[in-house]
């Protein structure tokens, strides 16, 4: 069986804070249940994640919800991990992107039916 969880990195990178051996190590960890590596990851990635998130969401509301439901994600989903298609740093705002995009377009659509409703409500 191959492990999705194989670092894509040398063996004699130094570990360093944030770097990619490390997100790693903690992301393997996250993979076993150990919620004290999650809150490293956490700790280590949500930054970039938040400034992702404010960039593709209308609101702060919104960028705080998705990186929530990312996070959420990433505990959920760390097993699946595949280091030879990318980073863990790539990986996790990937999660991120797809659940900023999602609230967008939920609501663009709440606030297009919305317009409809108003509109439908006036004729």
């Given at each position: ?35 004290g ?10 930054g ?9 969401t209308?609101?702060?509301?919104a960028?705080?919800?998705a ?14 991990f ?42």
């Amino acid at each position: 069986m191959t492990d999705l969880l194989a670092p894509d990195t040398a063996a004699d990178e130094p570990s360093r804070p944030g770097s990619e051996a490390e997100l790693h190590a903690l992301l393997t960890a996250v993979a076993a249940g150990d919620q004290g590596a999650f809150a490293e990851l956490y700790d280590a990635t949500a930054g970039a994640a938040f400034g992702l998130a404010l960039r593709l969401t209308a609101s702060r509301e919104a960028a705080e919800e998705a990186v929530r439901q990312a996070f959420l994600d990433v505990w959920r989903e760390a097993r699946w991990f595949d280091a030879g298609a990318g980073t863990v740093r790539a990986w996790i705002l990937a999660r991120l992107r797809r659940r900023a995009v999602g609230r967008g377009r939920l609501a663009e659509m709440r606030e297009a039916l919305t317009r409809l409703h108003d509109a439908s409500g006036r004729a």
